[in-house]
Each structure stands twice: as C-alpha cells, then as structure tokens.
Nanobody
Framework: QVQLVESGGGLVQAGGSLRLSCAASGRTFSSYAMGWFRQAPGKEREFVATISWSGGTTYYADSVKGRFTISRDNAKNTVYLQMNSLKPEDTAVYYC?????????????????WGQGTQVTVSS
C-alpha cells in the first residue's frame, strides 16, 4: 500500500508563490512516476503536472505551463510542485498521486493512490 502526505498549501495573494511537497512511502518511490492534480469547488479533478521516475520527463496542463514546476528527490521519497505567479483561478485542493504502473500519465483514472489533499487559496 502506498501512502502519500501533502504539505505546503495555504493562502497567498495573486502573483505570489507556494511550494507543495508530497512525502511517499510504501513502495519503491524511485521506480514510479508521480503526479499532481487539483479540484476546485464544483469542478472535476484535473491534471496539473506529472514527472517520470528519473525526473527527466515532465508534462504540464496548459493552464499552469511556465508558472508551475514539478520536481522530485528520490533520496527523500518526495515530489514537489513549485507554483509561481499564482492566480485566483489556481484556488483548489491539490492532490499528490501515484500511478499503478511506472510510467507517466496525465489521465486521472491511471492514478491509483492519492494523498488527502492540501488547500491552496489565491486571493485577488
């Protein structure tokens, strides 16, 4: 069983920055891709970013490209999401997720393990 624990959310003004962290345990972290998703009130959960096991491949949603950066530290079993130039429309609960199979994916249903989520609120 995989456990994922997010941290780093909070309240920030538009234009500000936050860094989310996700600590993983329960399987060989360095062998699997990881992803970040978010869900705003009244909306479906949506893909934000994903990173390959080595960190060499990353994909981003168009809405965050150029502002968010996903990274990982396999020695610490942790994946990060650096969020810059935040906008009010980035307000959501952010979830760290791990897929069942090792490869990267931007698809919600290919992720089988989820953290509890961390709230990010961006004020205008």
């Amino acid at each position: 069983q995989v456990q994922l624990v997010e941290s780093g959310g909070g309240l920030v003004q538009a234009g500000g920055s936050l860094r989310l962290s996700c600590a993983a345990s329960g399987r060989t972290f360095s062998s699997y891709a990881m992803g970040w998703f978010r869900q705003a009130p009244g909306k479906e959960r949506e893909f934000v970013a994903t990173i390959s096991w080595s960190g060499g491949t990353t994909y981003y949603a168009d809405s965050v490209k150029g502002r968010f950066t996903i990274s990982r530290d396999n020695a610490k079993n942790t994946v990060y999401l650096q969020m810059n130039s935040l906008k009010p429309e980035d307000t959501a609960v952010y979830y760290c997720a791990a897929p069942q199979s090792p490869g990267v994916s931007t698809v919600n249903h290919e992720y089988h393990y989820w953290g509890q989520g961390t709230q990010v609120t961006v004020s205008s």
